[in-house]
DNA sequence: AGTGAAACGTTCATTGA
DNA sequence: TCAATGAACGTTTCACT
């Protein structure tokens, strides 16, 4: 994002790497016991949470929760073909600035094809999504509108951290 | 998902639902903090909370980082149409399982047209995700996929959380 | 990067509504 | 049954090394 950040990218360690799969998993785990895994000191794994986090990569401490407490079990994939007029410069920008303010919609990719755009949506129920996607459909500088609806998830994981060393 | 947990839903309260989003925004807020905007004592909201986990409400204490950290950057959706013998029972789930143990699918949605099941995927780079995609073909009972590849995200967040009630 | 001490947060047994 | 109290314990934070 900004320039500090991605400066700090290439400075990760396996020890930043290795905190952060840990706070991942539990990020209630104290200090101490990162500490001990990387025989470390506890204040050595503060300083280090402190840099990531004012590095950017670290972006905050959250919860996950039970999708369905929130009672919008209606996923639905929306492509999105813009008019020429949307398709670049100031025009486009107001369609994705529309878009951003629905509370409905999770997701926004730039895509090449079949579509312009590519939307993930979440709504209590179809009827809901109608609504939405007729909204969306409205906004000008949007010419159609493709939903693909979902039937059954079975998977939805924003990312996994595989990826980040083990020590 | 289990029975307890689904009977919890309904018990959840508005003091409940204020954690839960205090939480989301900041999993790091102290008990004796959120107990204050509630005029109710940390220990209260400490039950709370333990009650919210065991009951699955409150899956795990996370953070959220920058996802460029793993250097998987190029996102697409693919869409997969099943041979007819793999539109249910255990073909089905073993397509799903193969599906399931690839690192770069983050999502899984059966859909009804004009596929059968969407895909959510993340890879290094464009070549990896040929590769990947390579492999998902090869699956037996895949019969086809379709690959929409984003060229820019713009949203990515995996719910909202502004219906939780305020206080 | 480590030490140590003070500040702060969590946890839980007990008590009362 | 539910919430508050208060004390014990664990954790974070920070100045100093």
Redesign the pocket.
Known sequence: MNEMSSKFKGNLDD?DLFIIRRLCEDS??????I?EEL????????????RLKDGGIIERFTILFDPSILELNTIAFVGIELERSAMVGKKKEEVINRLLALREVLEIHETLEPFDLMLKLRTRDVDLLREVIGNISAIDGVMATNTILTTRKILETPLKYDNLKEV
């Open positions: 020890t209630n785990t104290s200090l101490a016991a500490g025989n470390v000191s506890p204040s050595t794994i503060h300083k280090r949470i402190c």
